[in-house]
């Protein structure tokens, strides 16, 4: 995430940061437990009456397919919820429409990441400074559990009693994370570590145009590993709507089609098309009220 500042008055700030050494990942024995980009998911809960919609928004302006629709229990205590999972070319999504109230802290989850080993997993997630929030439960086809790493950031992990076979992505999604300055570094070391991943930029003077704020810059840190990408913004909290609300980035090969077809599909389109300086990119809304960041090549 990224920590946003004001030009005229953090120059020394800016210093400061930028003189800081990225910490080093923690040490860790754990074996890798990620499985490849299509199969982590961004989860996206919306209203029953909103379901169909949405999905047929997305694909719409994705393309993909999707599985068969059911209603399972998926969380550890009785609750009902339409579950599908659609699958386009720029990321995999699986989409919840909660038939009961939501039981806590699902729906506060942005994404599942399918992991080769379950227990595996959740004793690296702890051993590299991750709290288990919900312990591992069975689902109708496997385990799940939910972890937290520093800075209030909840993922989901999930194992399948057999192992999904998903094609490989067109382009891999970014995840998109927000965090305090006090907590990014931390954030950023346990995930390294869990994920066996690199940072492969950290920018600290990031244009401000990419939260809303062009007269400002901020901290972007750019992380790869098996999961896919992420990238970290780590900001002040000051993000004006909707910097802050999408979990994802989509990468496109047509910007401008591919918003096309997202409006003629019933998306709203919050913020036209801008350049960053590197990329196009733009926020789109949903059927539902899902948020979306897209971008160009």
């Known amino acids: ?4 500042t004001r030009i005229a008055s953090a120059s020394v700030l800016l210093a400061g940061l930028a003189a800081a050494p990225m910490p080093a990942p923690a040490a860790t024995a754990s074996a890798a437990v990620a499985v490849a980009p299509q199969y982590d998911t961004t989860h996206v809960y919306v209203a029953p009456e909103d379901f169909d919609k949405f999905v047929a928004s997305l694909t719409a302006t994705f ?20 579950s599908q999972l659609v699958l386009t070319p720029a990321g995999t999504l699986s989409v919840f429409g909660f038939k009961t109230p939501v039981p ?3 729906g506060a989850e942005r994404t599942g990441y399918l992991v080769t080993d379950m227990d595996a997993a959740i004793k690296a997630a702890r051993a590299t400074g991750a709290d ?3 312990q591992a439960f069975p689902d109708p086809i496997g385990r799940d ?12 992990i999930y194992w399948h009693t057999t192992a999904p076979d998903y094609p490989a992505l067109q382009t891999i999604p970014e995840n998109r994370v927000y965090v305090s300055p006090d907590r990014a ?3 950023i070391k346990s995930f390294l570590a869990f994920s066996h991943g690199k940072v492969t930029a950290d920018q600290h003077q990031a244009p401000g145009i990419e939260i809303g704020r062009p007269s400002d810059s901020f901290r972007r840190v750019a992380i ?13 909290g000051h993000l004006p709507y909707p910097y802050g609300r999408e979990m994802t980035g989509y990468e496109v090969a047509d ?14 389109i919050l913020v036209p098309a801008y350049n960053t300086g590197t990329r196009s990119e733009a926020m789109v809304k949903f059927p539902g009220g899902y948020i979306a960041e897209i971008h160009g090549h």
């Open 63 to 82: 393309g993909g397919t999707t599985t068969k629709q059911g209603v399972f229990t998926v969380t550890p205590t009785p609750s009902l919820t339409m």
């Open 132 to 134: 288990v929030i919900v």
């Open 224 to 236: 790869t590993s098996t999961f896919g990408k992420m990238a970290v913004f780590v900001t002040d």
């Open 145 to 156: 559990a939910i972890i937290q790493w520093p800075g209030g950031i909840n993922t989901q």
């Open 1 to 4: 995430m990224r920590f946003v």
């Open 185 to 187: 570094d931390a954030f």
């Open 255 to 268: 910007l401008a089609a591919t918003l096309d077809k997202a409006k003629a599909a019933g998306a709203e």
């Open 104 to 106: 806590a802290p699902f």
